[in-house]
C-alpha cells in the first residue's frame, strides 16, 4: 500500500477511535437539517409550493446534502493546521520520506469518509422522515460520489488557505473567513439560484460551488452530472494550490527558521 | 459592589490585548453582517414567511445580537461554568466573600461579542421606524432575554454539579439555544415550536423579544417578564443546590 | 567511513518586521565529522545554534554557506531520500498517532518508508523484544505512560533500521528509573546494530552514560569537540569537599581549599588537586578541627559544560 493511502487509511481509523467529537458535530447537524429544511419549506410554502425551481422535498434533499458535505470535514480544520505549523510540528512531518502535505490531506479525506458517512446517513433518515425519500435514485447516487469530490476540494482548499499560518503563525482568520465563503458562495445556506444575476456568476467562478452545491443539487433530483467533472476539474487546481503554497510556506521557513 | 470591581479588570484583561480585541469584535461584526445579507438574498425571493418579512426577521437578528452580546459579552463566564465547575473552579470561587454565581458570571468579559452588542442596537435604530415607545420595547425585549439566555446557560451548568462530565451537555445546549433563536420562530410546526418556549427557550431569547417590539400587548410584555423571572429564580435555586452538594463532598466532578 | 561530514555552516534567519527586522546569526562556522557506530552528544545552551544545525543536517534547512554530507547526500537537496536512512526522536513531539496502538502507528510508518508488509512485520517483532516494548504494542498510545510511550517512540524511529538516529531531548519528562532504562536501550542498540547517535540533550547523565564524544555549541560556533572521558578527566583535578563540623567553625581555611559556600558547623569547598594533593587537605581539615562527616565528590558535568560556556566567546 503506499504511504498516501496508508495515511488516509489511518485518518479513517483514528476517526474510529474516537468518535466522540463527530458524534456530537452529527447532533448539531441534525438540528441544523431540521432548523433549514424549516424555513426553507416555509418559504416554499409561501411561494406556491416551490422556490426558485426547487419544491419542498427537493429543497429538503438539497439542505440534508448540503449541510453533510460540509460537515463532513473537521470543523476548525483551517485552524489545526495553522496552529501545527505554528507550533513547528510540522517541521516534524517535514523528516518523512513523503510529501508533508499530501500525506496530511490523505489523512484527512480518510477521516472525513468516516465524518461523510455519518453525517449522509444522519441526512438520510432526517430527510426521508421530514421530506420522504430522495426524488431521484440516480441523482442521489450521484450526490453521494458528489459529496465525496465536495470533501476532497474542501480539504485541498483549507490546507491552501491555512498554509497562511508560516507566515503570520496561526489562521484564525483565515478560517472564519473561508467558512463564510463556503457558507454563501458554496451555496451551503441558500440555492444559486436564489442569487442576483452578479452573485451567481461570483459563485460559479469560485471554488466554493464544488464543496456544498453540486451534491446538494444532486441530492434534489436535478440531473446534473456534469458537475462532478466540475469538481473533479476543481480538485486538480485546488490541490496544486495546496501544494504550492505549503512549498512557498517551507521556503519561507529557510529566511525564518523552521 | 464586587460584581462591578470584577467586570472592571476583565475589560482592562481585555483592553491590554488591544488588537486581538479589535480583531475578534470586527470578526464578529462581519459574522453580523454576513447574516443580514443572508436575509436579503433570501426575502429577495419571498416577500415574507408566515407572518415574518425582511424588517422583522432583521428586528429578530437585532434582538439576537443585542442579547447574545449582552449575555455572552458581559458575562462570558456563563458559557463555560460547566467546565469551570469540573475542572475545579469552584474552589477558588467559594474561598471569596462573594455570591459564587455572581462572582464567576461577571469574571471575564468577551471583547468579540461585546461587538454584537454594538451591533445589534445599531441594525435596530438603521430599520428606522425608531420611537419612544418601540427604543424601550426593544430594550426591556433584550434584557428579558439576556435574562432568560444567561439563566439557561447556568441551569446547563448547573447540571454538572450533579451528573458530571466536562460541560460539553452545557456546550451543545448553548449551540443548540443560539441556532434556534437565529430563525423565526413560526417557521416551525407544533412540537419543535414546543421545545422553542421549554426545554430550550430560545423564544424568549429572541422571537418573543421581537414580536412584542412589533405588537406590544401588556399581557406579552408581563407574562415574558413573568417567565425571565422564573428562569432568573430556577437558575439561581440550582446552582445554589448543586453548590451545596458540591460543599457536601458528593458531588462527582470527575475530570 | 565519515556518516557526518559538516564543513563551516553557515545559516542566518531574518526575524522581525520594517524597522524592528533583525538578522540573527544562528550557525556561525560549525564543521566536524562522524563516523559510523559513533555515539556524540551534541550540546549546548537555548538558541546556541543546535537545533539549526540538526535541521541542516535532517534537511530540513538549507545553509547560506558551508557544506555537509550526511551518509553521502546532501541532506537539503535530497531530503526525502536521506529521510529513509535516517531516524529522528523528539522528546517533545511525537511521531505516533496518539488515538491509535502503536502497532497501528508501526505499520503506517511501514508503509511510508516503503518496508513492504512483512519487513513491517518482521520489524515490529524485533523490536518489541529489543526494545521490550512488545506488551505495549496492542494499547492506545494515549493510555501509556510516558516512559512506555518513550520506548514505542524509539521503536517508530527506529523500524526502517536507519543508520543514524537523531535524538531531541528523548529523556524529558521521564522518571529517573524511565531514563535508566532508556539509556541503556539505546547504548544497546549502538552496540548492537552500529547505528550511529546523534544526541541532543539538558541531561548531564544522558551525556555521561550515553555518549562516547562531546560537541558543545555556542553562539553558533564549535567550542570544544573531545571525548566524555577526557572532558571529565580535566576535571577531575577538581574535587569538591562536603564538610560538617561538631563545633561551629568561623572563618575556616585550610591551604589549598576555598570555600565555595557554608558557615557554622557545614560546609563546601573546592580543592584544585593539580596544586594540593586532596590527601593534604583532608588530613589539615582532620587534625585541626572537629569533623563529624566528610565527602569527597566529583564536581558535576554542569559545572565545567557551564565553564566551558562561559569561557569561550
Excluded at chain 3, 552496540?191 to 555518549?211: K, R
Excluded at chain 3, 563546601?268 to 587537605?281: A, G, Q
Aim: hydrophobic share 50%; glycine share 10%.
Amino acid at each position: 500500500m503506499s504511504a498516501y493511502a496508508a495515511g488516509a487509511v489511518a485518518g479513517f481509523r483514528r476517526l474510529v477511535a474516537s468518535p466522540g467529537e463527530m458524534v456530537a458535530r452529527a447532533c448539531f447537524y441534525g438540528v441544523i437539517v431540521g432548523v433549514l429544511s424549516s424555513l426553507w419549506r416555509a418559504a416554499a410554502d409561501a411561494t406556491g409550493g416551490s422556490i426558485v425551481g426547487y419544491d419542498v422535498a427537493a429543497i429538503t434533499w438539497y439542505i440534508v446534502f448540503s449541510e453533510a458535505s460540509v460537515n463532513g470535514t473537521k470543523f476548525r480544520m483551517i485552524e489545526h493546521i495553522g496552529t501545527e505549523i505554528g507550533s513547528g510540528a510540522f517541521a516534524v512531518e517535514m523528516l518523512r520520506p513523503v510529501r508533508a502535505v499530501t500525506f496530511r490531506m490523505a489523512g484527512e479525506l480518510g477521516d472525513g469518509v468516516v465524518r461523510l458517512g455519518a453525517m449522509v446517513g444522519v441526512g438520510t433518515l432526517f430527510g426521508t422522515l421530514i421530506a420522504g425519500p430522495p426524488p431521484r435514485l440516480e441523482t442521489y447516487v450521484l450526490a453521494i460520489v458528489s459529496a465525496l469530490l465536495a470533501i476532497s476540494c474542501n480539504i485541498a482548499a483549507q490546507h491552501a488557505f491555512a498554509a497562511m499560518a508560516f507566515w503570520q503563525h496561526e489562521a484564525k482568520g483565515a478560517w472564519f473567513l473561508y467558512q463564510k465563503l463556503v457558507f454563501v458562495l458554496g451555496g451551503m445556506l441558500l440555492p444559486l439560484q436564489i442569487f442576483p444575476a452578479w452573485l451567481e456568476s461570483a459563485a460559479w467562478a469560485s471554488p466554493f460551488w464544488t464543496m456544498s452545491y453540486a451534491p446538494a443539487r444532486l441530492a434534489a433530483g436535478f440531473a446534473e452530472p456534469w458537475l462532478l467533472l466540475g469538481q473533479a476539474a476543481w480538485l486538480v487546481v485546488l490541490y496544486g494550490a495546496a501544494v504550492a503554497a505549503f512549498a512557498a510556506g517551507e521556503r519561507h521557513l529557510q529566511e525564518v527558521g523552521a | 459592589m464586587i460584581f462591578a470591581a470584577t467586570m472592571r479588570k476583565a475589560f482592562s484583561e481585555a483592553w491590554a490585548k488591544r488588537s486581538s480585541f479589535w480583531f475578534q469584535v470586527g470578526v464578529m461584526v462581519a459574522n453580523d453582517l454576513f447574516f443580514v445579507a443572508f436575509w436579503f438574498l433570501f426575502f429577495n425571493e419571498v416577500e415574507s414567511v408566515r407572518g415574518w418579512d425582511v424588517e422583522r426577521t432583521l428586528l429578530l437578528l437585532a434582538m439576537l445580537a443585542t442579547v447574545s452580546g449582552a449575555a455572552l459579552g458581559l458575562f462570558a463566564n456563563a458559557r463555560w461554568l460547566g467546565q469551570t465547575i469540573s475542572d475545579g473552579g469552584m474552589d477558588a470561587a467559594l474561598a471569596l466573600p462573594a455570591n459564587p454565581l455572581t462572582y464567576l458570571l461577571g469574571r471575564s468579559v468577551d471583547p468579540s461579542m461585546l461587538g454584537d452588542l454594538v451591533f445589534g442596537p445599531l441594525l435596530f435604530v438603521a430599520l428606522g421606524d425608531l420611537s419612544v415607545e418601540r427604543v424601550a420595547l426593544f430594550v426591556l425585549g433584550s434584557a428579558v432575554g439576556t435574562v432568560v439566555f444567561v439563566s439557561f446557560l447556568v441551569l446547563l451548568a448547573s447540571l454538572t454539579f450533579f451528573v458530571g462530565g466536562r460541560g460539553e451537555h452545557a456546550e451543545l445546549g448553548f449551540q443548540a439555544i443560539l441556532m434556534l433563536s437565529s430563525y423565526p420562530p413560526d417557521i416551525f410546526a407544533g412540537a419543535t415550536k414546543l421545545v422553542l418556549f421549554t426545554v430550550v427557550p430560545a423564544a424568549f431569547v429572541s422571537g418573543l423579544p421581537t414580536r412584542l417590539v412589533d405588537e406590544f400587548s401588556p399581557a406579552l410584555a408581563s407574562s415574558m417578564v413573568g417567565v425571565a423571572a422564573l428562569f432568573a429564580v430556577g437558575a439561581y435555586a440550582a446552582f445554589g443546590a448543586g453548590v451545596r452538594r458540591y460543599r457536601s463532598g458528593s458531588a462527582w466532578t470527575g475530570a | 567511513m565519515a556518516v557526518v561530514e559538516a564543513v563551516g555552516l553557515v545559516k542566518t534567519f531574518r526575524t522581525g518586521r520594517g524597522r524592528s527586522a533583525r538578522t540573527v546569526e544562528a550557525v556561525a562556522g560549525i564543521g566536524f565529522s562522524v563516523e559510523a557506530g559513533e555515539r556524540l552528544a551534541y550540546i549546548g545552551p537555548n538558541g546556541a545554534g543546535k537545533s539549526t544545525s540538526i535541521k541542516i543536517l535532517t534537511g530540513i534547512l538549507h545553509p547560506d554557506e558551508g557544506s555537509a554530507q550526511v551518509l553521502g547526500l546532501v541532506p537539503w537537496e535530497q531530503r526525502r531520500r536521506l529521510a529513509l536512512e535516517i531516524g529522528t526522536l523528539f522528546g517533545q513531539r511525537s511521531q505516533l498517532w496518539l488515538e491509535l496502538p502503536a502497532r497501528e502507528s508501526l505499520s503506517l510508518l511501514g508503509a511510508i518508508y516503503r518496508l513492504g508488509k512483512d519487513r513491517t512485520e518482521r520489524r515490529i517483532a524485533e523490536l518489541g523484544e529489543l526494545l521490550e516494548a512488545s506488551d505495549l504494542f496492542d494499547t492506545p498510545v494515549r493510555h501509556l505512560s510516558l516512559g512506555q510511550r518513550m520506548r514505542c517512540e524509539l521503536a517508530a524511529s527506529l523500524l526502517h533500521e536507519p543508520q543514524v538516529l537523531f535524538l531531541d531531548e528523548p529523556t524529558i519528562g521521564l522518571d529517573l528509573v524511565a531514563k535508566q532504562r532508556f539509556r541503556d536501550l539505546v547504548v544497546r542498540l549502538n552496540e548492537e546494530t552500529g547505528t550511529t547517535l546523534f544526541l541532543t540533550s539538558h541531561d548531564v547523565s544522558d551525556i555521561e552514560q550515553v555518549a562516547r564524544r562531546v560537541i558543545v555549541i555556542n553562539h553558533g560556533r564549535l567550542i570544544y569537540d573531545d571525548k566524555v572521558s577526557v572532558m571529565r578527566r580535566s576535571l577531575l583535578r577538581t574535587k569538591l569537599l562536603e564538610v560538617r563540623f561538631d563545633d561551629r567553625v568561623d572563618d575556616l581555611a585550610v591551604e589549598g581549599a576555598e570555600v565555595v559556600k557554608g558557615s557554622g558547623t557545614g560546609y563546601k569547598l573546592r580543592v584544585d588537586t593539580d596544586r594540593r594533593p586532596i590527601r593534604h587537605v583532608l588530613d589539615d581539615l582532620l587534625d585541626r578541627y572537629h569533623v563529624a562527616d566528610i565527602s569527597v565528590l566529583d564536581p558535576p558535568l554542569e559545572d565545567v559544560i557551564t565553564e566551558i560556556y562561559e569561557a569561550r566567546p
